[in-house]
């Protein structure tokens, strides 16, 4: 999954190239989206390209957590703080937020 990767230009390259965006079967909530999947380190790029190839990513739940949950959850095992990039997770707040989902609503 490029998304593991993190990189913009990777996920350019491959929604550039055909690369299949959706699950076979077409249901996320088995698999998760490529966005419950970033590292640390991803780049807003990264994240603002998979928003528009999957743009309800931010509300689905895989194994009942979103994408923002999926990357706070992770950023705990992170080895160093300063991997996480912020820039990122103000993205994926400010997605949540503003579609006012249950997860905005806690927050």
């Known amino acids: 999954m ?3 990767v993190g990189s913009e230009e990777l996920v350019l390259a491959l929604a550039e190239a055909g690369a299949t965006t959706v699950p ?3 249901n ?3 698999t998760g989206t490529p966005l419950h999947f970033l590292p640390c380190s991803a780049s807003l790029g990264c994240v603002r390209q998979l928003k528009v190839l999957f743009p309800n990513a ?3 739940s895989f ?3 979103t994408p923002l949950g999926a990357l706070i959850s992770r950023s705990f095992r992170c080895a160093s703080e300063s991997l996480l990039n912020k820039t990122v997770l103000t993205e994926l707040i400010t997605e949540v937020v503003v579609h006012e989902t249950e997860e905005g ?3």
């Open 2 to 4: 490029a998304a593991k």
């Open 24 to 26: 076979k079967d077409g």
């Open 28 to 30: 996320s909530s088995e």
């Open 58 to 60: 931010c509300k689905e």
């Open 63 to 65: 194994m009942d957590i």
């Open 105 to 107: 609503r806690r927050l």
